[in-house]
């Protein structure tokens, strides 16, 4: 069976996209793949291996474009100027995009060099910027325990708010900022 003109790996994995972030991750299936790009289930399998193929591009697809943000939010930056840039870029695209960092959330379940390289490249860059919050001397493992401090604060904050936590009457920006500065604050006095 020849592909469908017109349908192609990154329709695919747009539409997927798009599912996710409207009504979540566990809502894309195949089924409603095929109904959003209008088109019978048959036909995905010509470009994907079937509903894990299209997890698998998605979690490739939200850690390449995490990395990017990450990236570009800490260009030129340093310091704790460097952390807040790459916590709110980070926020940004958890919140504008839940279905699909949802879908970084789960890099191991796909052991592909590609996924591997995309994960790698988003610890690897978080680390060189908090590595500079700490001590010279300070180890990797301890520059480890920073980063995963980072980034659980980030997935708790974003995750919060996505699920429709954090309602009070109290500027959610302000708490965000106020969360990274304790962050800042603590990781420079271990």
């Known amino acids: 069976m020849s592909p469908r003109v017109g349908l192609d790996l990154q329709t695919i994995t747009r ?27 048959p036909s995905l399998y010509n470009h994907v291996e079937g509903l894990p193929g299209v997890i698998e591009q998605l979690t490739l697809n ?8 990450l990236e570009a939010a800490g260009a030129g930056l340093s310091g704790e100027e460097a952390v807040f840039s790459l916590a709110k870029a980070y926020s940004a695209f958890a919140l504008a995009h839940p279905g699909l960092y949802e879908a970084t959330q789960i ?5 592909t060099a590609e996924i ?5 490249r988003v610890v690897t860059f978080v680390y060189e910027v908090v590595k500079q919050l700490l001590s010279p001397t300070a180890d990797h493992a301890t520059v480890i325990h920073a980063v995963r401090g980072f980034r659980s604060l980030l997935h708790g904050f ?5 699920e429709g936590g954090l309602e009070m009457p109290i500027s959610k920006e302000d708490s965000f900022a106020y969360m990274i500065r304790a962050y800042i604050a603590g990781i420079r006095q271990l």
């Open 62 to 69: 939200g850690l390449q474009q995490l990395g990017q943000r």
């Open 116 to 120: 591997e390289q995309a994960a790698a």
């Open 107 to 111: 890099p191991q379940r796909f052991k």
């Open 15 to 41: 539409a997927a996209a798009e599912i996710a972030d409207e009504t979540g991750l566990a809502s894309v299936t195949l089924a409603t793949l095929a109904q959003r790009l209008n088109v019978r289930s």
């Open 158 to 162: 974003t995750s919060l708010v996505n």
